[in-house]
């Protein structure tokens, strides 16, 4: 299984149809064995979803990410973890142990480059919280 992240210097990069980077995970037996950036060379929203198919990709941890974007990956049977901010390296151990829930519940619908504001995002921001948090000592393990 893979699963890659909107990355950027370590961190979930918090606007999916923007980014430049994703880390690609390789999972096996519940662990990561392998990882690697790849550069998405400009691809724009519509593309990211093809470009994380073409990988092998079948789940997707990032920030803030619009309701077309979100109906692409689905269309494409691409899982998606949204809402999520932090380090890239700690978010994709989340799902690996339950922590991490399946949301589509942060929209970003806006294509702005300032994220720290009301409006579409809602109560998960599209950058400004820590949702790393998720998988605190509530989930048992």
Not at 130 to 141: A, F, I, N, V
Request: glycine letters at 18%; proline letters at 2%.
């Amino acid at each position: 299984m893979k699963i890659a992240v909107t990355y950027e210097n370590g961190k979930i990069f918090q606007h999916f149809g923007h980014t430049e980077e994703f880390k690609i995970y390789e999972i096996q037996d519940g662990k990561v064995v392998a990882s690697e950036v790849v550069p998405t060379n400009g691809s724009g929203h519509g593309a990211l979803a093809g470009f994380l198919t073409a990988n092998g990709v079948e789940a997707l941890i990032c920030g803030g990410i619009g309701p077309g974007a979100q109906m692409a990956l689905a269309e494409m049977g691409i899982s998606l973890y949204a809402g999520v901010a932090g380090s890239a390296d700690t978010a994709v151990q989340a799902p690996l142990m339950g922590c991490l829930q399946y949301s589509t519940s942060a929209n970003c619908d806006h294509h702005g480059h300032d994220h720290h504001h009301g409006g579409s995002c809602g109560s998960h921001g599209c950058g400004s919280h820590d949702h790393g948090h998720s998988c605190g000592s509530h989930c048992g393990h």
